[in-house]
């Protein structure tokens, strides 16, 4: 909807009663003669200069009249020319009238303006005198806050101490309820205040939006939750309509939970502020690492219809809450699973965004669970997320809540690991690390507190730009740059998850996951050498899960054409093989039964992936052999 905004001009005279004049005579007049001392003046030939009697108005839509005069004029030929001196820069209307106006459209608070009048005749005589209009500015301010539900120690929402919440951050407009314009607008501040400038005799709607939003110079940000079901309408609380007169207004706004104290049985107008809630935790956490941060526009996508169903996403059927590469969308359905008070989970998914948008990820996403063998960009990706709740929240236990009532859930504590779940491939071992790094408390082998600007710096740094894949072999590897100093304590920290980081490619890992084909983590290829055998195998599961692709690292070093085949060892293998240089998807090839596509390609390192298709969804084990030769 556009909106209008509508200035009434009315006026509000400043009378005449009081003057100081000073009077001056032109440079450029010649020095009179010497008069005779007996000579009477007449004093109508002296002009004098009355700019009104200091003044004070109560802001509102008319416009304020100054008020010039002198009573000495007489027939005289003068001019008038009002400037202002002190205060707020307004528009004088008529400057060089005696009786000009100005608008106080630019005034937002309480404060005097000084303005002077200098009368010149035509003699070229000027004198001048000023007056202070002090604007009165009436507000509608207070606190707004919404309805934040925490968890028991079992995970559930413990709706038996429901608090009340800051929404900070958060636009809030002052609506012109004559014409629904926009007459103000705000940011709630760090412990969710608003104050807003209102004209005398006017009516307002307040209006908070759930968005964050700061476009001017850096750090920059655009957060908005929106219901995905509702065509992307953006989530908003409404006041009622307040009327200003004499008074400023405190007005103080809760958005409610809806719950009854048995089921949500009013709007749950809380939902999408406690979601906007996390992202600002989330944001404020980048911004204390980087002042110079732009955060690219991010919707959020939260409604009560949104269900643990895959399928048509403007129809709630999110399947669960995720990241898409576009937006994020959070599970709404009550009594089944809503997320929108699991503060971890929302962290989690932003921090998805995070790498998409601000470092990168190399993860192929899928479904997964904490105890499983996973790709190892995969658990890159799930570890960062899960260690980024924690950091943010300086909680390190991720709480999701689920089920009827919202009265079951589960917790995962990062900063623990099971002996049983430790490599390279666990998002286990990777949220312990990163969030063992960060954090100020030192056991078992984590003896580091880092803080997080250092992760952070290898996150937009080298692990945007690495060669390899992203995994916490290229990101141990650099936090060991940017923290050389530390680089031994990091060592003894990833030895601990059973994890040796010697540089990007895990060259000198030994863990294999119990399954000597998966290692080397990257082979190596000549090219027009000998083929290299890979193996992908579904013993851990499906899709992306360790063992179901395996990755071949090679060098171009001479731009060209180059002929890349895979070959499976038995009949009805189907291999697929895709190629990717520092993330970026390059060339793929998956027809039926064996591969050979040729390619042209440029100067540079390359990572080569291989797999058996039916290892998509299913479970087979191909060897195969793979070879690269220049044409």
């Not at 002052?174 to 629904?180: A, F, M, P, T």
């Not at 958005?255 to 089921?263: K, P, V, Y």
């Not at 403007?314 to 709404?332: D, R």
Request: hydrophobic share 35%.
């Amino acid at each position: 909807m556009k909106y209008l905004k509508f200035l009434i001009i009315n006026t509000w005279m400043i009378a005449a009663v009081h003057t100081s004049c000073a009077r001056s005579k032109s440079s450029s007049e010649p020095a009179p003669a010497a008069e005779p001392t007996a000579t009477n003046e007449d004093p109508s030939s002296t002009i004098t200069a009355n700019a009104g009697a200091d003044t004070t108005v109560v802001l509102s839509n008319q416009s304020v009249t100054l008020s010039g005069v002198d009573s000495n004029i007489g027939s005289k030929s003068v001019t008038y020319a009002w400037v202002q001196t002190a205060g707020t820069s307004v528009q004088l209307n008529n400057a060089n009238s005696v009786s000009p106006t100005f608008a106080t459209t630019n005034i937002k608070a309480t404060e005097s303006l000084t303005f002077q009048l200098t009368i010149t005749d035509a003699d070229g005589v000027s004198v001048s005198d000023t007056v202070v209009v002090t604007i009165t500015v009436l507000t509608i301010s207070g606190t707004i806050t919404y309805d934040l539900i925490n968890h028991t120690n079992a995970s559930a929402l413990d709706y038996s101490n429901i608090i009340q919440s800051a929404i900070r951050g958060a636009t809030v407009e002052l609506i012109d309820s004559s014409d629904s314009s926009i007459a103000e607008t705000t940011s709630s501040d760090a412990s969710g205040n608003y104050s807003l400038p209102a004209y005398t005799g006017k009516s307002y709607v307040i209006r908070v939006k759930a968005e964050l939003k700061k476009s001017d110079a850096a750090p920059t940000w655009d957060f908005t939750v929106v219901d995905n079901t509702s065509s992307q309408a953006l989530y908003v609380m409404d006041s009622a309509t307040q009327t200003v007169s004499a008074t400023a207004i405190t007005l103080n706004l809760n958005a409610s939970s809806g719950w009854n104290g048995s089921s949500y049985a009013a709007t749950r107008v809380a939902g999408p502020f406690a979601i906007l809630d996390s992202v600002y935790l989330a944001k404020e956490k980048i911004i204390s690492a980087d002042a110079d941060a732009v955060f690219p526009a991010l919707k959020l996508n939260w409604s009560i219809n949104n269900v643990a169903t895959s399928g048509d996403l403007s129809l709630g059927q999110i399947g669960t809450s995720m990241y898409n590469g576009t937006g994020v969308y959070i599970l709404g359905a009550a009594n089944s699973d809503t997320d929108e008070y699991d503060g971890h989970v929302i962290i989690h998914e932003w921090g998805h965004y995070f790498e998409n948008v601000l470092s990168r990820s190399d993860s192929i996403g899928g479904s997964h669970s904490i105890s499983q063998k996973l790709d190892l960009r995969v658990a890159m990706g799930e570890g960062f997320g899960n260690a980024l709740s924690g950091i943010v929240t300086d909680d390190s236990y991720y709480r999701d809540s689920s089920g009827n009532a919202q009265g079951s859930g589960f917790a995962i504590n990062v900063e623990t690991n099971p002996s049983s779940s430790t490599g390279w491939f666990s998002e286990y071992s990777v949220q312990s690390i990163l969030y063992d790094l960060y954090d100020s408390t030192n056991d078992g082998s984590d003896n580091l507190s880092l803080g997080f600007t250092p992760i952070y710096n290898a996150l937009v740094g080298s692990q945007k730009t690495t060669d390899a894949h992203t995994s916490i072999f290229s990101i141990a590897t650099y936090l060991k740059a940017v923290s050389p100093s530390n680089a031994s304590a990091i060592d003894t920290l990833l030895a601990s998850q059973n994890i040796i980081a010697t540089d990007e490619y895990g060259s000198t890992e030994t863990n294999n996951g119990g399954d000597a084909r998966n290692l080397p983590v990257y082979k190596t290829i000549t090219i027009g050498g000998s083929s290299v055998e890979l193996c992908s195998f579904a013993t851990n599961g499906s899709y992306n899960k360790l063992g179901n692709r395996q990755f071949i690292r090679f060098e171009i070093t001479s731009a060209g054409s180059y002929t890349f085949t895979a070959n499976g060892q038995v009949g009805g293998d189907n291999p697929a093989i895709y190629v990717r240089k520092q993330g970026a998807f390059v060339f793929g090839s998956s027809t039926a039964g064996n591969e050979s596509t040729t390619q042209n390609l440029a100067v540079g390192k390359y990572i080569l992936e291989a797999y058996e298709v039916t290892n998509i969804s299913g479970s087979r084990t191909t060897c195969m052999d793979v070879s690269i030769s220049a044409n």
